[in-house]
């Protein structure tokens, strides 16, 4: 069960590096994302690709990316989109609740950083059931559409703001 009053979802900052180092994420997992330091990394080249961490008790748990720009790749036609990409919870951190806490938050998180958006929409690989359900149950939408990844069939899932 996730710690409530704890949780914390924020902006990526230069003191959060240290702990991205010790992210952990088990194989089969780190196959369906992208390791932190790779978010940040992105981000240092590309300025619409905002990392965001995500304690708890001060630890580093979670990490995403929102990305302002890169949902019509995914045939959204929805300029107001915005894309949440690579989001994962560190595996020494996981079965807590966090992930679902986490999405839970992304809705005010969103109109704090990004007003003018209307809609956050996420791909999933359709072998990764834990996830499709998780999106699913923090109120994602599956509206059918499909996407031909590098790795097979990704799932296009909405969520209107």
């Keep these: 069960m ?9 902006a990526y900052a230069e003191e959060d590096y240290a702990q991205i180092l010790s992210y952990q994420l088990p194989e ?25 961490v995500v304690y708890a008790r001060n630890n580093l748990v979670g990490c ?5 720009r890169q949902a019509h790749m995914y045939g959204i036609e929805n300029p107001h989109a915005l894309l949440l990409k690579s989001f994962s919870i560190d595996a020494r951190y996981q079965k ?15 109109k704090q950083y990004f007003p003018d ?9 359709h072998t990764n059931a834990p996830a499709r359900l998780l999106y699913l149950k923090a109120g994602f939408l599956d509206k059918g559409l499909r996407y031909e990844g590098e790795y097979g069939e990704e799932l296009i899932f909405h969520y209107a703001l």
């Design 117 to 125: 958006k209307n809609e956050i929409v996420l791909t999933v690989h």
């Design 28 to 52: 089969e997992q780190a196959i369906y994302t992208s390791m932190p330091q790779n978010i940040v990394e992105t981000f240092s080249r590309d300025e619409r690709n905002l990392p965001f």
């Design 2 to 10: 996730a710690d409530w009053i704890s949780l914390q979802v924020k």
């Design 96 to 110: 807590r609740g966090h992930a679902l806490e986490t999405l839970r938050a992304l809705p005010d998180l969103t």
């Design 64 to 68: 995403f990316a929102l990305h302002t």
